[in-house]
């Protein structure tokens, strides 16, 4: 099986994240979330990954070219020479999704994520006649504005069939109550609707004809949660009750992956090339990714401290989302903050 990522670009998450990474890059629980999905696609049997690039390709690039000798899985570009939408990057990868198996083929928004039920999406779409499985949810969500920032869905409960599909409703539709995840699965007869190479969205051209056909069908995410990069970054009570059911869910599959130790309380994880001075009292939910350095003395709960920061001796950042290569002053008090932008520094004082 293949699969194809969409690496995306956002103007709604502008200009604190994305003028500096591709959205996949996104860091939760201290991994960039494309790792997160290439290694469930691997787990299910996906032998091949294509990740669909127009903006910051180069980033994406250096970055897959960095991990590729660890992921046991063939990865490709397919490079856009402008944003071709969700359904334009189908079209343009043509020659790498069909092999002539007629197998299905995955496709994620690269910035979803969740427990990747993949297996269960792979047993799902054998038991229809359809052409497309999308992976819903409920809608848990308060969007600060009256459109709902995803496609709602329709469902015949019966079936699993999916009986419309509307790109961002308005709050009163009945729909409203299930939204799509962004992760589908597609037959490859699905790519004679889209021929062109340009920008055209499955939300808006191909799903809703398919729906008209009766060859669309949802299957149910039941995990625990399930995010997008919009929740994360714009709405960080979605991202730390995220981050604290992650983690609560490695302490009950796998707890090896939690960090121990004596400075260590509660759930946390820690990257292997962190480091982590004496003294320091580090949890609970907290997430510490590559290359960071928390000096001594250090306090952090509640917390997500993303690659290459250095919280410096005696500061405490507490119920924060600190970004990348960012630095907190010696004493410095972080508190309720959340700071994407690379290179944010926070000096002797307190941020709330």
Not at 16 to 31: H, V
Not at 49 to 63: L, R
Not at 199 to 207: A, C, D, N
């Amino acid at each position: 099986m293949k699969a194809l990522i969409l690496g995306g670009y956002s103007a709604r998450m502008q200009p604190s994240l994305t003028f500096t990474i591709p959205k996949p890059l996104i860091e939760f629980a201290s991994k960039p979330i494309i790792l997160y999905q290439i290694e469930a696609l691997e787990a299910v049997g996906v032998t091949e990954v294509i990740v669909a690039v127009n903006y910051q390709a180069q980033v994406m690039q250096n970055f897959l070219k960095e991990h590729e000798t660890r992921l046991r899985i063939k990865i490709s570009l397919s490079i856009e020479t402008e944003p071709l939408g969700t359904a334009g990057p189908l079209a343009l990868a043509r020659d790498k999704l069909i092999d002539g198996s007629g197998e299905p083929f995955f496709v994620l928004n690269g910035d979803v994520f969740c427990e990747y039920p993949f297996k269960e999406m792979i047993t799902f779409h054998k038991s229809h006649a359809g052409e497309a499985s999308i992976l819903i949810t409920k809608n848990n969500f308060e969007p600060d504005d009256e459109l709902l920032p995803y496609a709602a869905i329709g469902l015949e409960k019966s079936s699993g069939k999916v009986t419309s599909f509307v790109e961002k409703p308005e709050s009163g539709n009945e729909m409203f109550k299930r939204i799509s995840t962004g992760i589908y699965l597609l037959n490859p007869s699905i790519l004679d609707g889209i021929i062109e190479v340009k920008r055209t969205w499955l939300e808006k051209q191909v799903f809703p004809r398919l729906v008209a056909d009766g060859k669309v069908f949802g299957v149910w995410l039941k995990g625990l949660f399930w995010l997008d990069a919009w929740l994360m970054i714009d709405q960080q009570k979605y991202y730390m009750n995220g981050l604290v059911n992650h983690l609560h869910d490695l302490r009950k599959r796998c707890p090896q992956k939690l960090a121990s130790g004596a400075h260590i309380v509660g759930d946390v994880v820690v990257d292997e090339t962190a480091e982590i001075g004496e003294g320091c009292v580090i949890g609970p939910n907290v997430a510490i990714g590559p290359g960071c350095v928390i000096e001594a003395g250090v306090k952090i709960s509640s917390s997500a401290i993303m690659h290459g920061t250095r919280i410096k001796k005696g500061a405490s950042v507490t119920y924060s989302i600190i970004g990348w290569r960012s630095s907190v002053g010696q004493l410095a008090k972080v508190e309720k903050t959340t700071m994407f932008a690379t290179n944010f520094t926070a000096g002797g004082l307190v941020i709330s």
